[in-house]
């Protein structure tokens, strides 16, 4: 009978952790509101909101891959590109129709997610048949390839309909996309994405953390995800019992790549001019470190720490051009810290429950 | 649950082996596996050779020989983590030429490894259901939206769960992290989360290992108790002589690749091949 209440308990422990983690982001977006109305938020910080709600979703979807699939991707940016791209020539070219910002903001978000959940399919087939080191390397190829494909595109919109140019040689420009005079151009190659709207909002931001969350709790407590997690923890013993890995490690990576794409169209339309440069090797190294600094499969984590690590470089602005050396002094000292026995153990004497469930 | 298994134009049925040592009671069925000159090469060496094998409905059978012999060999031929060289293997009469290891598994046989391998991260309980995953139905979207279905059967396989630990009195484990448990119930895990499969055929790699007599004379019960309640076979890989020669009701002795016995309990502890593949020649034989 004691272990029985034990067992309820432990099974609760999943339940209550994910309900603070829901609590926390409204808490979080209670308290920035507040602050925002009350004036205490400056301009320079506010502008901070909309990445950071990017860079948390990027880190809960990178998890997904990393942390419960186990197979380390370093071509997450890469979706994020695809999904910012795709994300911002939807909203551009539906300006006519759609008058309401809100409405293309979430149709752009969608599109997004669907064309990097297309390219995540397209990049899964041949690079999940690899595995660890491999599998990184090609992912970061893939990221690479797709940031040059990008830089390529020329992208025009008229009332006849979108007008795209790939500029493989370099010899092609603007004119060539022959647009009317009403016409608008909306990516010009290697210039990125120019003028255009801001639809970007911190609450939308918040409303894609909610539904990533959904999306990502509700997959690994389910069938799925433990299907998921088996193939991380031994993959030999789940195919012997039946599980279809190249099915589950695709449902795991595309679902990551789709979510990635969301972020990524929220970010490109929080930004009046984007290059697809922005999302290079760097950004994916970015969202990779948020996601081992928070833990491997934690999900709370990756956001706490996609969110400290985001304003750190901003925080620190104050000592110039030392900025970047405090940011890799304090990485480290984060790092080391979490791992300290000495300071895990006073945690633990801190949180005398968590010690318990330890033992 | 579907069965994908291709049939065979060879008759599949009997005639059995005349040396065949099936317990009376399957002899009028289909054996639950038959394989006929079963081979594998690893580049030159030849790991497992001409091995035929007859494993009744019901029957506990042993595969047992010295170290290296390919014991495990076989397992994995059985379970297509190799894929054999030569030789047909029948699963309940149907030919598991090119199939996977997961279709394998989805038509009928389920199996523990020698070194354990569990989802050590995963709690007990999701171990067990991991092995009801083809059972469980609902897919991607229903766990999503936590629609009707998903409750339905989550709620069937945790009684489920609980049901199968019980075989081995680990319902109270449930909630533990698999990788946390003592050697034992990692091992008795193993064959619960094996059995979830719901499997006709069940695979032991060396069960008893590190087990010490008194788990060992528990374990040997409990598996002519799984026997009997799901009507399976067993087939198991072990070094305990007092486990093999107790519970199996045939035996077949491996040396080098090579089928050297087939046999009852009796026939094999009398045998001399057997023993001098064991202990060595006697010296004037030599």
Known sequence: MGNFTERLRSMKRTTKVNTATYAGVVLAWLAVT??????????????????????IVMAVSLNLTVGILGELSLGHAGFMSVGAFSGVIAAMSLTDSIPSPVLRLAIAMVVGACFAGAVGALVGIPVLRLRGDYLAIVTLAFGEILKELINCLIVGHDENGLHILF???????????HLTERGLVIIKGAQGATGSQMLATFNAGVILILITLVIVLNLVNS??????????????????????????????FVTSAALAGAAGALYGLNYSNL????????TSILVLVFVVLGGLGNIWGSMVAAAVLYVLPEALRGLDKYRMLMYAVVLILVMLGTNNPQLKTLFGKLLPRRREEEV | MARKITSVNDSPLVPMPTNAYIPQRDLDKIPILETRHLGIDFGGLTAVEDFNLVIGRTEIAGLIGPNGAGKTTVFNLLTKVYQPTRGTILLDGHDTHNMTTVQVNKAGIARTFQN??????????????LGMHNAIQYGMFSSILRLPSYWKQEKVAHERALELLSIFDMQDMAGAKAGSLPYGAQRRLEIVRALATNPSLLLLDEPAAGMNPSETTELMENIVRIRDMFQIAVLLIEHDMSLVMGICEGICVLNFGKVIAKGTPEDIQSNPVVIEAYLGKKKEEA
């Not at chain 1, 507040?34 to 860079?55: N, Q």
């Not at chain 1, 500029?167 to 996309?177: A, F, H, S």
């Not at chain 2, 354990?116 to 259901?129: A, C, G, M, Q």
Request: proline residues 1%; positive net charge.
């Open chain 2, 116 to 129: 354990i391998r569990l989802f050590s991260n995963l709690s007990v309980e999701d171990n067990v259901k």
């Open chain 1, 223 to 252: 069938r799925s995800g433990r299907a998921i997690m088996s193939i991380r923890d031994n993959r030999i013993a789940a195919e012997s019992v039946g599980i279809n890995i190249t099915k589950y490690k695709m449902m795991a």
């Open chain 1, 275 to 282: 290059l697809a440069t922005k999302f290079d090797f760097n």
């Open chain 1, 167 to 177: 500029n493989y040689n370099g010899l092609k420009n603007v004119e060539d996309l």
């Open chain 1, 34 to 55: 507040l602050l925002r109305s009350g004036g205490v938020l400056g301009r320079s910080a506010s502008g901070l909101l909309v990445p950071i709600c990017c860079y």
